[in-house]
């Protein structure tokens, strides 16, 4: 049935989706990698299709920016559609120096200074929002067939972009390797429902040194190898 924001029925999202933030990388994605796709929503410009890849049907759904937003889709995608495996594929900003514009990262756990664990666990528990180990395992592994150089490791998911009260050095000393805003929220609501949920990220600007960031553009259509190695796993039994 539709929801305020998605006017699928259900039937017409498929278990494995992809969450790309920007809807315009969804539909790259649909017209670039899927084969038939159909958009089955666009409320409010935010875009989303089905289609298949080398035979599984495959859905692609953008999020919008944020905790948030992703949050709704995320939970709807889940409790009214039945999606099972649920991959991001964002941009992130680089911390660890040995990162560059373009390199692809793997979320295996996240830090956050989002109030949403707390809301739900209250302030005696802090809860550690992980991926989902075997399509972690999935990602890795396909990487590493494809020779594609990947860091796997802490991602900051931050509640602001514009936030001067983060301290990128202590994060980077602790090893957080990049900073996005939104796969915690991600990994928090898939632990929810018991279901499969990954972050994969291309890296869009470096926070801590000088490196030129890349372009709207760019963002919206050369991150392939990331597109490419979240489909290759999801589709993994």
Known sequence: MPTPHNSAEVGDIAERILLPGDPLRAKYIAENFLTDAKEYSHVRNVLGYTGSYKGTPVSVQGTGMGMPSIAIYVHELISIYGAKKLI?????????????????????????????????????????????????????????????????????????????????????????????????????????????????????DHITCDEARATPEERERSFNDMIELALESIIKE
């Not at 395992?137 to 594609?148: D, G, P, T, W, Y």
């Open 88 to 204: 991001r594929v964002g941009s992130c900003g680089a911390l660890a120096k040995d990162l560059h514009i373009r390199d692809v990262v793997i979320a295996q756990g996240t830090t956050t200074d989002s109030s949403m664990p707390k809301n739900i666990f209250g302030t005696s528990v802090n809860f550690a929002p992980l991926a989902d180990f075997s399509l972690l395992e999935s990602a890795v592994h396909h990487a590493r067939e494809k020779h594609l150089p990947v860091r796997v490791g802490n991602v900051l998911s931050q509640d602001r972009f514009y936030d001067d009260e983060i301290d990128f050095a202590k994060l980077l000393g602790y090893g957080v390797l990049a900073a996005e805003m939104e796969t915690a929220a991600l990994y928090l609501i898939a632990a929810k429902f018991g279901v499969q949920a990954l972050g994969i990220f291309t890296v869009s």
